[in-house]
């Protein structure tokens, strides 16, 4: 079964401090994804990553900035967290090709980190 | 560009009652579709998917065909459960260079005995 976990399940950061959210995936998966989730808003793409190094905006990504180093860890960075930034956060990861070079998008996510920005 | 709408919830339902949650897309070409289900406190798993019109995406009594010419995907249960309550994402995949996965705002579902 393919695993992704998060550094934390819950957060409580004050106004202004920089914030790391840690992804790991242990499938060896190309494609990491960044979400927030907020009630009524559904999912919306922070940014996410095709390869190591590689990084690409998603719909909302003021505010916010990743890193992939490694491949199976991506993780977003809060700059200067605010308080609009409470949220609960989304990792995910997906495998673009299999190993019979089809097509698989399936999204795997992890458990999610709650975010509370004081 | 694209885009998903679910219907808003919640949804509360007797057990054993049908389900149905609907979800319309709008989307250039042929998009995957998917169901994913969030229980209380997860993150999201996938329930069921499809790939192209006409076909059946089922699992775990859930049921979904991908209707090209309506552009839906509804989420249809027989009968369901109190351990079904939990939060449902219709989503949209679609590649072009990169993937692209567009979610709905998902929709709660809550079974009483």
């Known amino acids: 079964d393919v695993k992704v976990t998060q550094s934390s399940r819950y957060l409580v950061k004050r106004t202004g401090e920089k914030v790391f959210l840690e992804c790991v995936q242990d499938?060896?998966?190309?494609?990491m994804f960044w979400y927030r989730q907020d009630p009524g808003l559904g999912l919306r793409l922070i940014y996410f990553s095709y390869d190591v190094k590689m990084k690409e905006k998603g719909d909302i990504p003021e505010g916010y900035s990743v890193s992939r180093e490694k491949k199976e860890r991506f993780s977003l960075i809060l700059e200067s967290a605010s308080t609009n930034q409470t949220s609960m956060y989304l990792c995910a990861s997906s495998l673009f090709f299999d190993w019979r070079r089809v097509v698989t998008d399936t999204q795997y996510f992890g458990p999610g980190t709650r975010l509370t920005v004081l | 560009g694209d885009s998903v709408t679910q219907m808003e919830g919640p949804v509360t339902l007797s057990e054993e009652a049908f389900l149905t949650i609907n979800c319309t897309y709008t989307a250039t070409g042929y998009p995957s579709l998917f169901w994913y289900v969030q229980y209380p406190g997860e993150g999201l798993q996938l329930l069921l998917k499809a790939t192209k019109a006409d076909d059946k995406g089922s699992n775990k009594g859930f049921e979904a065909t991908y209707r090209k010419e309506t552009t839906s995907f509804h989420l249809e249960k027989g009968s369901v459960q109190v351990s079904d309550s939990a939060v449902y994402f219709c989503?949209?995949?679609?590649?072009?260079?990169?993937?692209?996965?567009?979610f709905g705002t998902g929709t709660k579902l809550q079974v009483i005995p």
């Open positions: 499938m060896d998966h190309e494609n």
């Open positions: 989503a949209l995949n679609r590649f072009g260079g990169y993937q692209k996965v567009t």
